[in-house]
């Protein structure tokens, strides 16, 4: 099982959808999770980080389940501009900490 | 606040010919991180550093690949003989400790013929 999986899409959702993707990670002892987003040729940039409460952003809201080790991104009012690939990201602490990136899921917002 | 930098941002070569990427961290962050992506693909940690210290490079390839970073600071990565499997983004990154998120450079594109 790989360590971080994401659904790798493509999601292909209209203008002013809402969208949700999910990530798994296989260490129960993983510590943080992260989102970030990468636009095309581009490098990633953190989106947002995700607490065990749960998190909202405007648009973007990230929840994490620890039980079933599961995280979540929902968009609500999708907007063109939010077309790029997420990739979910989880942390682990094993001796050291080790940033771990899933390989993303492709997001295209259609007008 | 200048970002992570890196260079060249593109880089063509021939198949076992060497080549190096330069990588200037986030004034301050003392972990310093190596990724390559490939197409499709998440980034891959290829070496990390808490300062000077390479404390996880379990998947550097080290037959060919060697990085260092003195001073704590900048940090280089070399390929030395580059093979076309190679061809990738290699990303710098940094942050301040190790538990949090990192901020990516823009990346070294390198393309092996």
């Known amino acids: 099982r790989k360590e971080v999986e994401q659904d790798p899409g493509p999601f292909n959702v209209p203008e002013g959808a809402t969208v949700a993707f999910n990530c798994t990670y296989s260490?129960?002892?993983?510590?943080?999770f992260f989102w970030y987003r990468q636009d095309c040729r581009k490098e990633p940039k953190l989106l947002m980080s995700?607490?065990?409460s749960g998190n909202e952003d405007g648009r973007f809201t990230a929840q994490l389940n620890r039980a079933s080790q599961y995280i979540s991104l929902l968009i609500r009012d999708s907007k063109l501009s939010d077309s790029a690939t997420y990739l979910c990201?989880?942390?682990?602490?094993?001796?050291?900490?080790?940033?771990?990136f899933g390989k993303g899921t492709k997001l295209s917002v259609i007008p | 606040e200048a970002g992570v930098v890196q260079s060249p941002r593109y880089k063509i070569i021939e198949k076992k010919q060497p080549v190096a990427f330069w990588c200037n961290p986030i004034?301050?962050?003392?972990?310093l991180y190596w990724y390559r992506q490939n197409l499709g693909q998440g980034p891959e940690l290829l070496i990390r550093?808490?300062?000077?210290?390479?404390?996880?490079d379990s998947q550097l390839p080290k037959d060919r690949f060697s990085a260092e970073r003195l001073k704590g600071v900048d940090s280089t990565l070399k390929i030395q003989p580059a093979e076309l499997g190679d061809s990738a983004v290699y990303l710098c990154?940094?942050?301040?400790?190790?538990?949090?998120?990192?901020?990516f450079g823009s990346g070294t594109r390198l393309t092996v013929v």
């Open positions: 990154a940094s942050s301040l400790g190790g538990v949090g998120p990192c901020t």
């Open positions: 260490n129960s002892a993983s510590q943080s």
């Open positions: 995700v607490y065990s």
């Open positions: 990201v989880v942390n682990v602490r094993a001796g050291s900490y080790q940033l771990t």
């Open positions: 004034s301050g962050h003392n972990t």
């Open positions: 550093y808490e300062n000077e210290e390479a404390v996880d």
